[in-house]
């Protein structure tokens, strides 16, 4: 199950698309010096499929991208919504804290074209955000030859 705190339009967050982030809590990683704690918290709303179509409903004409923000305590719904929201016509970003995918990334799953952009990695203070040279976090974007690892977009900006 996933549960959301809140919801944003972001411009940074995914390159060239202008994004509804999904801020989600359950979040399992505890890394230290998280930036959003409170999204650690079994708090929020239940995010049901209505909830989600009527989040999008109130931005769809302003927006090309809905990214979910967290999730990874059930990355299974992740999936199931992000392939749901695919089917609209918007991009599909997920900012995982996973360091791996649920599906290797030369899986014929994601041919399936559920999620348009991948970040993966868990914050590490020491490491930076994925505009720092050694960050340990990785921005991949899905293309018609695979995942490619697109984490250099950030350090142009
Ligand atoms: S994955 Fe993000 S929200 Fe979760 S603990 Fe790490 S920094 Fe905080």
């Known amino acids: ?88 016509g918007f991009k599909t970003a997920w900012y995982s804290g996973n360091t791996e995918p649920p599906y290797p990334l030369d899986s014929e799953f994601w041919k399936s074209g559920v999620l348009d952009y991948l970040k993966l990695g868990p914050w590490i203070a020491e490491r930076g955000t994925l505009k720092a040279p050694d960050t340990n976090q990785r921005f991949y974007t899905c293309t018609s030859q695979g995942w490619i690892d697109t984490t250099f977009l950030f350090r142009k900006k």
């Open 1 to 88: 199950m996933l549960k959301i705190d809140s919801y944003d339009i972001v411009f940074q967050e995914v390159p060239n698309q202008t994004t509804l982030a999904l801020n989600l809590t359950c979040c399992p990683h505890r890394c230290p010096g998280c930036h959003s704690p409170h999204l650690w918290a079994d708090a929020g709303e239940v995010l049901t499929d209505e909830l989600l179509l009527s989040i999008i409903g109130k931005y769809r004409s302003a927006i090309t991208c809905v990214c979910f923000m967290g999730g990874d305590n059930d990355t299974e719904r992740v999936l199931e919504l992000a392939g749901k929201v695919h089917a609209l």
